[in-house]
Structures are given as C-alpha cells and as structure tokens.
C-alpha cells in the first residue's frame, strides 16, 4: 500500500535515530522472565540470574544517589533495566527514548580490552549505562516544556526533547566513561594502562580532529575512538575548567531548541570556539604523553620486529611445529580468519574463518577454537570447534557450551576451557571430544579468568585470574593434589601467561610500570625478568625455543600486530620486577560507601507486559491528498518487546491505522485495521497475520500466513493502489546467507546468499488500470534469488544478482519498472515490480515469468571522514559502482515475437533487455549518528523503449 503522508521531520525519525535496545523478543523463548521493582528501578531478569539481580538491585540504587547527585537531575519515570544471560559478550546499552531502558548482558570480560581494571564488573557495566540514562533524559526550557506536552519523543518540529542525544557520541560516551572512573581507587577505562597504551599511540601517530570523531569512524581505532577521546576530553575539561564548568556544559546543553549545536555551546561555556578548545586538547595530550614516550625510549626500547602489516587486531597466535606461525587476523576489512605465517619470509595463508576470540593448536589434534553460534533461534553461544589442517575442515564439539576459549593437554587427551555463564566463570576440564568431565573451579559473580595454560607434563595450569579483594594475579593450579598456588600478588594486571616449554618458566604480560610488556617467571623465584620495554603495549606473548625467540602481539599507531624479539640480543639489558611483596590490593568497597543504607532482599513477580504498555508520547503529522490531511501517532511497547503496538490517526478525515503485535522469537503474530483516503478512495484493509520462524547460523526460514480484509469504495484516476490480498494467504521463505559486512569494506563482504519464496493466496485482488472493476486471482507465486560477492580486492568488491520468478498467469503481474518508483527490488512477499533501469515505463515490461540478472563493480573514491557543526552534517565516505544488468518478462502462454533459445532447457525465451550506468554513493551522516545514503546514477538502455535514467535518492540506513 502506497502512503502519501508526509510527516514531520520527528516523524520520520521517530524509530529510527535511536532505536529502542530491546529489539522485538529477542529473548529465548524457553525462558521465564521475572521483575524485581526497588525504589528507581524494574530489573528484568530470567531463569538463572537472581542471584545476579538480587545483586545488583542494591547496588542500582547506589548508582542512582551516585549519578542523580552528580548531574542533579532525577528521572521522572523509574528505570527498566533488562538483565540477559543470552549473548556471550561483555556490553550494554542504554536509551531514553519512549521510557528509559537498560539492557546488560551478563558476561563479565575474559580479556584484556579496557573492561578488565575494575573492582567490580557488574557495577562499571551499570554506571557506565546508568550515567547515559540520567544524561540524556536531562532537559530543561523549550525542550522540557515539549516533552511535557507531547512526551518521549525525540524530536517535536525539529525541537528535541531530548537535546543530549544530538551530539557526537565522543562526547556522549567519553562523558559515561570519565565518571565510571575513579582516578583514586584505580578502576575504569579512564585511567586504566591499556587506554593509556591507546592514548600514547594516537599522540604519536597523529592527534584525531573533533571532526573526524563525529562520524562512524572506520578506521583506526575504530568506533573505540568515541570512548577514549572522549573520557580524555572530559578529563582536560575538568582539569581545564573545574568540575562545575563541565556540568554547566551539560546543563546549558540540555536546553538548547535546535538539535546538534554543541560549537555555540562550547563558545558560551568557554568563551572560545571549538576549533580552539580541541587545539588545548591536543596540546594537552601532547605534553601528558611526551614525557612518558621519551622516558620509555630513554630506558631503551626492546620491541623487535612486526611481522604482519595487517591494521586493527592481528596479534594473537601459537607457535607451529617450532617454525610457523598461527595467528589471527581481523584487519576489519576481510573476514576474520586465522592464517599461517613463515616468519622467514613474511608469507601467509589462510587456513580457516573465526568467528571468535581465540584459538589453540596441538600437533597431533589440530586448532581448537571458539565460534559464536546461533542457539535456540535467539541466543549467540560461543561452541568449540576443532579445525584438522590436515583435511582443511572443521568439526563442532560442543551445542551451546558457552567456552570462551580453550586448550588441549599436551597428550591431546583432555582439553581445560573457560566458560561464562549466568555472571559466572568456571573452569571446566573436558575430554577430547569436548565432554564435560569435571568443574575445577568456579568464580564468584565479581572474579574471571583471562588465560590458561597446560604445564608441559599436564599436571599442572597456570591461570591469570581476578579474585575479589586481590585483583589480577597468576595462580597455579596442581591436578594431583587439587590446590592453588598464588604466583603473583601485587596490584597490578598479569595475564595471558604461559609456561615454557621446560615448564619452570611462566611467560606473561603487566603492566608493572603501567605498560604492558612481556616478563619471565621462575616458579621459585620472587623476581620477574622484564623482557620487553614498549611504547605502546605487548601482549599474548610465545617464546619459540629452537631459537630464543619471543613473540607477541605489538600495540603501535595501527593496531595489534605479530612482533618477534631475538632475546639473546638484549640479555644483558633485561631488568627484573619483584612480584611477590606484600602489597595487598584494597578490598573492594562500594563507592557510595557513604550513601544511606538501601534495602538489600527485594522480592521479585513474574513478568507482565500489559503492565507497561500504556503510550508515552504521541506527536503530529500533517499529509496532503486533495485536502489537508491531519492527525497524529502513538505507540507502545513493553521493555522487553513482547507486545507492541501503533495507533495514527488524522482528524480531518477519519484516517486511522491500528497495528498490534505478539512476538517471541520463534513465533508471532500481528493484527491490523486500516482506512486511509487518497483523494476521492477510501481503502479499508482488515488483516490477521501470524508467523513462525527457524534461525540457525546462516539459515532463516519462515512461514507466515494471514487473512487480509480489502474494500475499496471509490476509485479514480488519481489513485491506484498496489495488489493486495484480500482473503487467506501463505507464504514461505528460506533464506542463506554466509555474508558479512566489517567496518572498512565499502559493500557486503565476500560470500553469497540465496532466498526461495513460495506464495500461495487464496484471494486475490487487483484493480483493473482501465475500469474500476475487481479483478480476483487464486494461484501461487514463485522467487528466487541469488547473490554472490568478491573478496575485496584492493578495496573493490565486484557482485552478480540473479532473480527469477514465477507464478500462474491469473496473478497480477510482474513488471520492471525503473529507479525512480521508488522500488529497489523485490524485497517484500507481495511485491510484483523488479528494478530494470533505463526502461520507460508506460511500455513495461511485464509477464508471469520474470528474468533478471546484474553484475556490478565497487571502488572507493574518497574517504573525508568528517563532520561541520553547523550545520551538523558530515561525510564519512565516497563510492562509486558501475553496473551492468538486464531483464525479460513474457507470459508463458504467449510465445515470445523475439525469441531466442535457452541453451539450457531448449525453451524459447524473449531477448534480456540490457542496461548499463553508473552511480555515486556518498555516506553522508546527519546530526552526528543518522546515516543518510546520497545516490546519484545515470542508466541507459539499450534495447526497443529505452531511455536514459538519471535519478538521485536520499535515504536513511538503519
């Protein structure tokens, strides 16, 4: 059905700029969900996590006293916090839109990658989230009085409600990130060793402009520039400024009437312009950095040779046969993969795709890895695989064992994994088939593991492992007598350790002079051997005994990367670091230590959606048919996006359009009422609609079925709406695909996909193109559809399309239709138009068999990567395709008059109508976070009725 209304600009953002965490019940369907209700909170949480949620219902309010008293503002609403153990991968979120909604995924982190300095990693997970919440919910002035009047809208005529959400998310997350740290106690991304490593990097290569930060950054360091720009820019504020100027930015901030303009706000508050703010900023970082790279060069640096040239992460590895090199790289350009590199001469090649974050090698089993799998239609697992080198393929060894990593003994007998599940680690010990055989320990919901590693005669492990009170330590754990020994005990970080293949050295990393480098261990000894001595930082370290040699993987100016360092060379120059004195890391102590006392057992119901349905907002829209058409929209949802509905209705003439939907993951389904007047023609529309749906991890399949009521009263010429059904209908749909999409590629990724979709109606209607006289088909429609892309070769992807469909002659046709109609495929189950550019389309091209083929080529053109503030608009890339398709169509009861013999099937079949052109994708992003695609393009036809197209689109990715 086609819409003439034109909203407002809200409107048209409304579900789009920030999109609601909670996607429709993307929750397992299996699970029982129950809400714990305190003072300022609903904390959501299903089977397995009440002893998680009795946790942190005490610990929220903490944060709210904590964070309110800061900001002094207080939510009006209670806060829904959504606890989820689906995902294995540490992370939240946080909106404010419609009613203020948390979601924490129950994972604590398993690495080092700026979430392991804490004290606690519940609580980081909740201030950082929790901070985002109280900020943007912020609002005073006209945005205030708006949102008072039309609620939880984001924008009301292009006034936001919510002014915080207009601005770059450096800004946005470095602010949630300098106050979850705590510069005293030691805790937080803001002053942990791996952002400065980070941080002393970016000086080095080249301080990044506002301008660029603003924008979806593709390159180097990637989306993680956003949190450490920003938590550094927020700290020279305060340091700058005073604490009090920085929250007089947020205040003044907050009551700004036009969205974005954070460059008249920085000159009201600092009296200076941006461009002057951020050029203190760099020189800040600068002389905080300087002195620090000078002094580690001074001491004199040990960092060997980089082996890979790889950018972003390719740095972890294992040592093969004493002469290879194993190693995982993930340069987001090409699919993450581990490949084997010659260090002699520097040639790699590939050996298998990786979808998770480690791996291991035995020589006589293979790799053992870890792959994030689809369980149950909903949840994303880690599972162990086993990779055989020998036959190039990989088998699975656990369903939805949740390891993150693991390693076989050195008889291959045994494997020792990590596994996170329901906020806790364990350490499980599995036969060589991946069966559970014993759990040899279990953390408590604020301890973790980082690194295993077997003892070369297998009777021993040496873990890095946190422990409340104690904080990262290497600990051995002895098989024969089931005890653990401490190694190490000092406040700092040692992790990724390994033992030497004579088994009384521990190889590690710490970062002991806050920079990680890389120490020796002797089990008896109270000293450790320094081994290197970076400016950035090394980490997952190997030494190769055949030659003395170390590898690690380097921190530099572009990422993580493989470095050697022949240890022979340095001998003498190695300091060594006492590890074992008496300096007891602080227990861990609530930050709000000093707050009033808050309940601590909070009774918990069952889950019941109604209870949040109610609207929060509603907002206008205007149309113009051959009268001016006026109404408004509202909608709802519960937090956990089970129930969902939208109500719109226009006053002047009696529109409305109703929708309400159950979804669980599996299953669903949705009922619609509908009228709507275009011009003289009143359609009303009645549709019941369920589904059931399949998805593993490439393939999704789906039934849906419904019945659709269609009356149409009046009908004229300026009017002719879509076919529609109108009675019973099925529809089936498989999809497979096996395609990615990483950060710095310009297209989808290497790989292909294919849909099969099988219509079948029992009804059918259609109006006539010259009469208003009803035309009914029963019958059943057929698509398929092939996609195939190239790996990128130097940045350029080439893709062929293939589509065909089917269907019994009573149907309404199919047709081809050009650019400009606004159909770019025949993406929906009722779409009868394919896209043929360069074709007019008073002579279409039409049939009940369709053809279509396409081959294009991608390239790069300019990648400028920044933002105006005024207005905010930014370019993150230029690209440009050139392309080359062409299509048929005919009846199948009609022999074609220019026929032509398909090789194939020996059938006679029209000429392909061909096209060819070119178009101009620019990346363009609007108030600092909306990405709007601007495609120029220019098509010729070259068969009988073509033209030349030229056509331009504006539209939103989301």
Sequence with gaps: MRHLVTQSLAGLFLFFIFQATIQAAAY?????????????????????????????????????????????????????????????????????????????????????????????????????????????????????????LFGRYPLVFIIPTFPNLFQPNWLIEGLATYLETDYEKGTGRGQSSYYRALMRMEVQRGIKSYRQLSIPYVDYPGLRGWYLYGVYFHKFLVERYGEEKLKFMINRYSSIALPGLIGINMRRVFGDNMNSIWQEFENYLKKDFANEIAALEKQGLRQGKRLTKDIFDSGFHQIIDNQKLAYLQNDNLHRKQVRLLNPNNNKSERLFNIYGPRFSYHPDKGFLYSNLDIDNNTNAFFDLYLFDNKTGRSKKLTDAGRYQFASFSPNGKKIIAVKAQNGLVELHLLDAQGQLAKTIWQGQHTESITSVDWSPDGKQLVVALFRAGKGWNLELYNFEDETWKLLTHTPYIETHAKFSPDGEHIIYSADYDRVYNVYRLNINEPSAEKLTNVTGAALYPSINPSNNTLYYAGLDTQGLALYELKLEENRQSNEFVMISHQTQQPSITDMMANAPPVETNYPSKSYFALKHLRPRGWHPYFGVTDVLNYGFTTQGNDPLGFLNYDLSMAVNVLDWNFAFSYEQQQIGAQFLSQREHYGDVTVDVFGLFPRYRILQKNWHFSILAGYQYLEIKEQDDFFTPDPLYNGYWATGILNFSNLTRPSRSIMRHS????????????????????????????????????????????????????????????????????????????????????????????????????????????????????????????????????????????????????????????????????????????????????????????????????????????????
């Design 28 to 148: 397992d369907p299996r699970l029982q969900w129950q809400t714990m209700e305190t003072e300022h909170f609903y904390i959501h949480f299903h089977d397995g996590l009440q002893p998680l949620a009795q946790r942190l219902a005490p610990m929220a309010e903490n944060i709210h006293i904590e964070v309110t008293n800061y900001f002094s503002w207080i939510p009006k609403d209670k806060t829904h916090v959504t606890l989820t153990d689906g995902v294995d991968l540490p992370n939240g979120s946080a909106t404010p839109v419609f009613f203020n909604q948390i979601v924490l995924h129950s994972v604590p982190s398993t690495d080092i990658n700026s979430l392991e300095d804490v004290d606690d990693w519940l609580r980081l997970l909740m201030l950082h989230e929790y901070v985002h919440i109280v900020h943007l919910d912020i609002a005073y002035g006209t945005p205030q009085t708006l949102r008072k």
């Design 751 to 958: 790989g292909f996909d294919f849909r099969l979709l099988a219509n079948k109606s029992l009804e059918y209607f259609a109006p006539d193109e010259d009469s208003t006289q009803k035309i009914f088909g029963k019958g059943v429609s057929l698509l398929g559809e092939f996609n195939m892309y190239s790996p990128p070769i130097f940045e350029t992807i080439f893709s062929a399309r293939i589509q065909m469909a089917r269907q019994n002659q009573s149907m309404p046709d199919f047709e081809f239709v050009g650019f400009q109609s606004n159909y770019a495929g025949s993406d929906s189950i009722n779409s009868r138009r394919f896209v043929l550019r360069g074709y007019n389309e008073p002579n279409k091209i039409k049939g009940n068999f369709i053809d279509y083929v396409n081959a294009q080529w991608f390239f790069p053109i300019s990648a400028p990567q920044g933002t105006l503030l005024i207005p905010p608009i930014g370019l993150n890339r230029v690209n440009g395709l050139l392309f080359a398709e062409a299509g048929r169509a005919w009846y199948s009861s009609e022999p074609p008059k220019d026929a032509v013999q398909n090789w194939f099937t020996g059938e006679n079949l029209p000429k392909l109508k061909p096209t060819f052109g070119a178009e101009l994708w620019l990346e363009s992003v609007v108030l600092y976070r909306v990405p709007v695609d601007i495609l120029i393009g220019y098509a010729k036809g070259l068969g009988e009725n073509s033209r030349v197209e030229k056509y331009v689109r504006i539209g939103a990715s989301f």
